[in-house]
């Protein structure tokens, strides 16, 4: 494939506009439902902490990041062979479809969950196709001094599109349940329209072979291994959690060894869909490991985050329960506006002075204020509060740009679209691993000691002590999720006829804004200091090979440099 980035002058632009309106939907839509999780379940009459309903809610969640891990890499290598822009332009029209079918969910009850959960990935589908071109059609439309100025521009709108989907959700959900779809569809079609007016192709595309068997061998153990993550943290057999459940275990190991024998196909495919040989290249190697150690770190730090302030910093300061999905959204504003300062400008400056300054250094800070978030008592001081969430913003968006242009920089123009593939196929599965090793950790941390705490607690109150064993021997996995959904959890757990037999000054206790909070601070903060201290030992691994990547080079010789490998690579 010869790269022709003389698109014209205005191209680039219109290239750099069409693509960060792509990426910043389809990481909206990620995030978007999490925080709307609650109108949604309640809008199609279903109660997602229910018996058997839990799994509705975390493929819920899950569906969108798993399609997207698993498929992003295949849909970069058919960018290569048939067109980068031909791929993305059909991945907007396919989300447009499936935008437009969720905010249509003719159903209730679980045939309604059922609906929304696979058109969630029928729209994972085509975000995918969008994700996996879209830094290929910059990198193929800029010249090489602006190209970490684009990426980091594309990048950083990524990332911060799954913070904004937060407050999004919080905003859209107090209108409609619907509403939080439908913002999508006048997005996803003008999108749509632009891209097929106004996109074209300016790199030849080169024909090959599909790789049918890598595909079968990745997609299948890619999949099976996320999804034994998920099942893993629901409870089983009276466990916390499942990861004793030999049908997990099974999805485990399985998932392992089917990715095993992909490698072994992969080396051995005349025209692999993974080019192993890539990895050769020590800027593309560093840089992805460094970019999957984050992508763990963050998911685990916006989730933790939300389950805090939603659960027990917000309940605490007054706010009900109903309100907090919105106001946690709000609250985390600075580690966005982070993202935005920092992503654009260490793109810009990396061009000039090289990705492993300001990557490494950015990876640095993220785990300074990992270790301040932990420091934190859980009733933290805001102000304190927002500045971590700045530093870590700022520091994330240091490392995000320069090393997304430094990993597409140093490979060869043909094998771009599957690059890009590959590096969002470490970010996305990144995130779905974060989930299952900190939801996990905390559900672990939470079953050691809140049974006793809570028992206590509303037997203190008046609640008749079987009532309260009963509810404190539930999964601790489902008072998580009653946090994580805005919904008190007491209110939730006792029902009404038991609240009905107490005094109304012991309702008032219980369903009010600082019980439960109360109950649950310190078994959370000791599962916080767990999660945040692996974070931040994850943010300094990966710093370390942010700093093994090598120097920096002019762009000309990086793309004379990654020749050789990448005609290695071809098979």
Same mark, same amino acid.
């Given at each position: 494939m010869r790269s022709t980035v003389d698109g014209g002058p205005r191209y680039k632009w219109i290239a750099l506009s069409n693509t960060t309106l792509g990426v910043l939907i389809a990481t909206m839509d990620a995030s978007i439902v999490i925080i709307s999780l609650p109108a949604i379940f309640h809008g199609i009459g279903l109660d997602p902490l229910a018996a058997g309903n839990i799994g509705y809610l975390?493929?819920?969640?899950?569906?969108?990041?798993?399609?997207?891990?698993?498929?992003?890499?295949?849909?970069?290598?058919?960018?290569?062979?048939?067109?980068?822009?031909?791929?993305?332009?059909l991945g907007f029209l396919i989300f447009a479809v499936a935008s437009v079918a969720l905010s249509l969910d003719p159903f209730t009850g679980g045939g309604g969950a059922m609906w929304l959960i696979l058109w969630r990935v029928v729209q994972a589908f085509g975000g995918s196709m969008i994700t996996a071109n879209s830094a290929a059609i910059l990198t193929d439309a800029f010249p090489p001094g602006q190209r970490g100025m684009a990426l980091g521009v594309n990048q950083i709108t990524a990332l911060a599109g799954q913070f904004l989907g937060l407050l999004a959700g919080g905003l859209l959900a107090a209108v409609d349940w619907r509403a939080v779809f439908w913002v999508s569809v006048p997005l996803s079609v003008a999108g749509t329209v632009w891209s097929y007016l106004s996109l074209r192709e300016?790199?030849?595309?080169?024909?090959?072979?599909?790789?049918?068997?890598?595909?079968?061998?990745?997609?299948?153990?890619?999949?099976?291994?996320?999804?034994?993550?998920?099942?893993?943290?629901?409870?089983?057999?009276?466990?916390?959690?499942?990861?004793?459940?030999?049908? #997990?275990? %099974?999805?485990? $190991?399985? &998932?392992? /060894? *089917? +990715?095993? @024998?992909?490698?072994?196909?992969?080396?051995? !495919?005349?025209?692999?869909?993974?080019?192993?040989?890539?990895?050769?290249?020590?800027?593309?190697?560093?840089?992805?490991?460094?970019?999957?150690?984050?992508?763990?770190?963050?998911?685990?730090?916006?989730?933790?985050?939300?389950?805090?302030?939603?659960?027990?910093?917000?309940?605490?300061?007054?706010?009900?329960?109903?309100?907090?999905?919105?106001?946690?959204?709000?609250?985390?504003?600075?580690?966005?506006?982070?993202?935005?300062?920092?992503?654009?400008?260490?793109?810009?400056?990396?061009?000039?002075?090289?990705?492993?300054?300001?990557?490494?250094?950015?990876?640095? #800070?993220? %785990?300074?204020? $990992?270790? &301040?978030? /932990? *420091? +934190?008592? @859980?009733?933290?001081?805001?102000?304190?509060? !927002?500045?971590?969430?700045?530093?870590?913003?700022?520091?994330?968006?240091?490392?995000?740009?320069?090393?997304t242009s430094s990993i597409m920089g140093s490979v060869p123009p043909e094998h771009r679209g599957v690059a890009s593939g590959m590096r969002s196929t470490f970010q996305n599965s990144g995130t779905a691993l974060s989930i299952g090793v900190f939801f996990s950790l905390m559900v672990s941390g939470l079953a050691s000691s809140l049974p006793a705490t809570l028992s206590g607690g509303l037997q203190a109150n008046g609640v008749p002590a079987d009532t309260a064993h009963r509810v404190a021997s539930l999964p601790p996995v489902s008072t998580l999720f009653a946090t994580f959904l805005g919904d008190n959890p007491i209110r939730h757990l006792l029902g009404a006829e038991t609240l009905s037999g107490l005094t109304a000054a012991q309702r008032d206790t219980l369903t009010g804004s600082g019980f439960f909070p109360g109950l649950v601070s310190g078994p959370f903060h000791h599962g916080l200091v767990i999660v945040f201290g692996v974070a931040a030992g994850m943010a300094l691994i990966s710093a370390v090979a942010s700093a093994l990547r090598g120097r920096h080079r002019p762009a000309g010789l990086r793309q004379e440099a990654a020749e050789p490998l990448g005609r290695a690579g071809r098979g």
């Open positions: 975390l493929w819920m969640i899950l569906g969108y990041l798993l399609v997207s891990a698993v498929l992003v890499v295949v849909l970069g290598r058919l960018g290569d062979m048939f067109g980068r822009v031909r791929i993305y332009n300016t790199a030849s595309g080169r024909r090959g072979r599909i790789d049918w068997l890598g595909n079968v061998t990745f997609a299948a153990g890619a999949g099976i291994l996320l999804a034994g993550i998920t099942y893993g943290i629901q409870p089983y057999d009276g466990g916390a959690t499942g990861w004793g459940n030999p049908k #997990v275990l %099974a999805g485990l $190991f399985g &998932g392992v /060894l *089917l +990715l095993a @024998v992909f490698c072994v196909v992969e080396v051995r !495919a005349a025209e692999p869909m993974f080019k192993l040989a890539l990895f050769r290249m020590r800027a593309f190697a560093a840089g992805n490991l460094a970019a999957l150690l984050t992508a763990i770190a963050r998911g685990g730090l916006q989730f933790m985050l939300i389950i805090w302030l939603q659960g027990i910093w917000l309940p605490l300061h007054g706010y009900a329960f109903e309100d907090t999905p919105l106001w946690a959204g709000i609250f985390m504003l600075p580690l966005t506006f982070g993202f935005l300062v920092a992503g654009p400008l260490s793109g810009y400056l990396s061009d000039r002075f090289g990705a492993r300054l300001f990557s490494t250094t950015g990876l640095v #800070v993220v %785990a300074c204020s $990992f270790v &301040g978030l /932990l *420091l +934190l008592p @859980v009733n933290f001081d805001y102000t304190a509060f !927002a500045l971590l969430l700045l530093l870590n913003g700022l520091g994330q968006g240091m490392f995000s740009s320069p090393n």
